[in-house]
């Protein structure tokens, strides 16, 4: 059977199409579009009409293809942005009348365990999710998450918390992302420290790439690519000294990811200062990847564990 997933996040809204048999799934198709829709969130707290009907444009736009590359089921999801939303419902509506299929907006601690379904392996691992809006925590073994939680924490979000990354700037922005971290890593209460991490997002692929001088981005090329604690810090400070023009020409670098990539390396590095992480491994898998190995393994008889 093919299905599809449609992601609604915060900086882009993506589309994953792949073939299930067997309780396995075999990638046909992916797209994103950057969309931006935690941008649009107003001083109210409500997403503005121009945001929402760029990532309602593209979901439909994704549906449609779904529907042509011969999908049978579609599923639509929505992140952090969609949840923290005063007018969420309205966005939920809108989706749901364009693409023809129900809308889920995902609580924070499924969202982090979609992506760890998604792009975790074998043993006991922990996970970090980078987004636009959120960053999401898990770990667990054997592809099941045990603890979970999410951050308010993401590339989009700490830039319109904290723009300025110059001077002091820097070492503000920072330490405003090792305390959130470290304020939700205390609330789960993990007893044993995963020795390894993956990590997920558009922040990561794109730092790994830029980590690994590509002559340009490549999705699969950076799978698995070990990013230090010690190479994102340089990263962090590197980019956030940087202006947008000149991070576009580094080679790596997604020119469209240019303006946040700064922020995102901050949150990243944040993340693995607060739980003192040595290296994480970068992972092109994500929460739609979750969301179609849940689809396979209930199809395959094996009931999904609630999140």
Same mark, same amino acid.
């Given at each position: 059977m093919?299905?599809a997933?449609? %992601?609604? !996040?915060?900086?882009?809204?993506?589309?994953?199409?792949?073939?299930?048999?067997?309780?396995?799934?075999?990638?046909v198709?992916?797209?994103?579009?950057?969309?931006?829709?935690?941008? !649009?969130?107003?001083?109210?707290?409500?997403?503005?009409?121009q945001?929402m009907?760029?990532?309602?444009?593209a979901?439909a736009?994704?549906?449609?293809?779904?529907?042509?590359?011969?999908? *049978?089921?579609?599923? $639509? $999801?929505?992140?952090?942005?969609?949840r923290?939303?005063?007018?969420?419902a309205?966005l939920q509506?809108?989706? *749901?009348a364009l693409?023809?299929?129900?809308?889920?907006i995902l609580?924070?601690?499924?969202?982090?365990?979609?992506?760890?379904?998604?792009a975790?392996?074998? &043993?006991?691992?922990?996970?970090?999710?980078?987004?636009?809006?959120s960053?999401?925590?898990?770990? &667990?073994?054997?592809?099941?998450?045990?603890?979970?939680?999410?951050?308010q924490?993401?590339?989009?979000?700490?830039? %319109?918390?904290a723009?300025?990354?110059?001077?002091?700037?820097?070492?503000?922005?920072?330490?405003?992302?090792?305390g959130?971290?470290?304020?939700?890593?205390?609330?789960?209460?993990?007893?044993?420290?995963?020795?390894?991490?993956?990590g997920v997002?558009?922040?990561l692929t794109?730092?790994?790439?830029?980590?690994?001088?590509?002559?340009?981005?490549?999705?699969?090329?950076?799978?698995?690519?070990?990013?230090?604690?010690?190479?994102?810090? %340089?990263?962090?400070r590197?980019?956030?000294?940087?202006?947008?023009?000149?991070?576009a020409?580094?080679?790596?670098?997604?020119p469209r990811?240019?303006?946040? $990539?700064?922020? &995102?390396?901050?949150?990243?590095?944040?993340?693995? *200062?607060?739980?003192?992480?040595?290296?994480?491994?970068?992972?092109?898998?994500?929460?739609?990847?979750?969301?179609?190995r849940?689809?396979?393994?209930?199809?395959? !008889?094996?009931?999904?564990p609630?999140?």
């Amino acid at each position: 059977m093919r299905c599809a997933v449609i %992601g609604i !996040g915060s900086n882009s809204t993506r589309l994953l199409v792949g073939d299930i048999q067997d309780g396995t799934v075999r990638t046909v198709l992916r797209d994103r579009a950057g969309t931006r829709l935690f941008a !649009g969130l107003m001083a109210d707290g409500s997403l503005c009409a121009q945001s929402m009907l760029r990532a309602a444009d593209a979901a439909a736009r994704f549906a449609a293809d779904a529907r042509q590359a011969g999908s *049978e089921r579609l599923r $639509i $999801i929505a992140t952090s942005a969609s949840r923290d939303a005063k007018n969420g419902a309205e966005l939920q509506e809108m989706i *749901e009348a364009l693409c023809g299929a129900p809308m889920e907006i995902l609580s924070g601690p499924q969202e982090a365990y979609y992506s760890f379904l998604g792009a975790t392996g074998e &043993g006991y691992c922990g996970l970090v999710d980078v987004g636009g809006g959120s960053t999401e925590l898990a770990c &667990g073994g054997d592809g099941r998450p045990l603890k979970t939680a999410s951050v308010q924490l993401g590339a989009l979000r700490l830039l %319109g918390e904290a723009p300025d990354l110059s001077g002091d700037g820097f070492a503000r922005a920072v330490a405003t992302a090792v305390g959130r971290v470290r304020a939700e890593w205390a609330r789960m209460d993990v007893r044993d420290m995963p020795a390894a991490w993956y990590g997920v997002g558009g922040t990561l692929t794109c730092l790994a790439a830029v980590d690994m001088a590509l002559a340009a981005f490549d999705h699969e090329a950076v799978n698995g690519h070990r990013l230090t604690r010690q190479a994102v810090a %340089g990263w962090a400070r590197l980019l956030a000294d940087m202006p947008p023009e000149a991070r576009a020409q580094l080679p790596g670098m997604l020119p469209r990811r240019a303006d946040i $990539i700064a922020h &995102g390396a901050v949150a990243l590095y944040g993340a693995m *200062e607060a739980l003192r992480l040595p290296w994480i491994s970068v992972s092109n898998r994500t929460n739609l990847d979750g969301c179609l190995r849940e689809m396979a393994e209930t199809r395959a !008889g094996e009931p999904a564990p609630p999140c």
